[in-house]
């Protein structure tokens, strides 16, 4: 203790400890189901995963930085490549791919096959396209929107066959932060 | 993010002030125009004293996560060393507050582990 300042860093830089399959599975199926309650008084159910995902990723956006000993981001390319490598690391044990689109300058895709959050979820033919990947892009839409890069960020699954699937988490950013890009 | 603070404290050593709280807190808002151009510059958390009024001066660290501390100071030509180390205990306990779970991103900070060291931490690197 120095100078009687009680020290968090030992409590911030706790090394971390791995949490078993089962239990985040049983955690994650708890909240897609409270979410599914929810979606039956109006919300649907994907806007409401987001939301909780909105709330991680607000907090990520400081604890990784400081976890990695990284500087802000300022650019696009930086804090896009941050998230698909070291947020999916530190939150799925592997980097995802990032691509840019060729149709839009304000369109960036993190491209992750077989994402965890859907790996024990089937979704009965009557419910549609739900993803619940839409958890992943409410924390990536946190993660930007908090570190001032506003985004509309949106999942997308394709089912290859039954073993395999794609998942596309679209980052849509508004035009101001585009222009702000162009001008610095 | 709105304009309203989510911390304040007065870290004087005398507690005798000889400008208005009115005062401190107009040059702060100002500063933070600065601050805004700023933070797009460099990848620094630490920004330096990035604004003075009269024998006032202000100096600023921005977070990753855009939350900034503004430390409004008199006369003193502190080392810059002293001042980012205060502001990084200042970010480490905000993160420490930001993790709980039971607080609201942009909520106002009751914590007193935070207020204290916070003070502590002013003693340290700032009343010397």
Redesign the interface.
Known sequence: MENGIYSVEKELNKAKRDISLSAFSILFSEIVQYCLYKSKKGYRLEDALHEIGLRVGYKLSEYLYYKNKMKRSITILNILTFISKHVWKYLFQHSSDLLKSQDSIYEYMICDKNILLNKYITVPKDYGNINCASFAAGIVEGFLCSSEFQAEVTAHTIYENEQNQNTTILVKFYPEVIEREKNH | ISDVPIYEADLSVVKKKDISEHLSQFILHQSLDTVDEL???????YLKTIDSFNNYSVSAY??????KFLLLYKNKNYINDNLRSFFE?V??????V??NPLYE?NGIIISS?FD??VH??A??FLHQ
């Open positions: 933070v797009w510059r460099s990848s620094h958390m921005c977070t990753p996560g855009h939350i205990i970010h480490e306990n905000y993160i420490r930001l993790l991103p582990l204290q060291n502590l931490a003693k340290k």
